[in-house]
Nanobody, 124 residues
Framework: VQLQASGGGLVQPGGSLRLSCAAS????????ITWFRQAPGKKREGISC????????YYADSVKGRFTISRDNAKNTVYLQMNSLKPEDTAVYYC??????????????????WGQGTQVTVSS
């Protein structure tokens, strides 16, 4: 089981990025995936979760209305589209799963499987 997060970079405030979380070793369609982020000196924050295919999606208040989680089952990949980015969105972003169908609370962070993280920097 592996997760590969990618798509981070440097973007100006108000800009957009799309992060990818590519899965291998399991069929992503059947499980939930959660995106986290961790800024320097801050606690890791669960920001979005997508339950198994065609299921529910959840967002932290800090990103609601700006970020959208989606999946491409043919590519075994989950995406996080991030719009209207703010400097406070600067963090390392991770994807994670416990290979279960439903989404745990966004405060749950002891997942078994994690991607390696991708840096997002929002700065002018």
């Amino acid at each position: 089981v592996q997760l590969q997060a990618s798509g981070g970079g440097l973007v100006q405030p108000g800009g957009s990025l799309r992060l990818s979380c590519a899965a291998s070793g399991f069929v992503l369609n059947y499980v939930s995936i959660t995106w986290f982020r961790q800024a320097p000196g801050k606690k890791r924050e669960g920001i979005s979760c997508a339950s198994s295919s065609a299921g529910a999606t959840y967002y932290a208040d800090s990103v609601k209305g700006r970020f959208t989680i989606s999946r491409d089952n043919a590519k075994n990949t989950v995406y996080l589209q991030m719009n209207s980015l703010k400097p406070e969105d600067t963090a390392v972003y991770y994807c994670a799963t416990d290979l279960v169908r439903g989404c745990p609370s966004l405060t749950y962070d002891t997942y078994r499987y994690w991607g390696q993280g991708t840096q997002v920097t929002v700065s002018s």
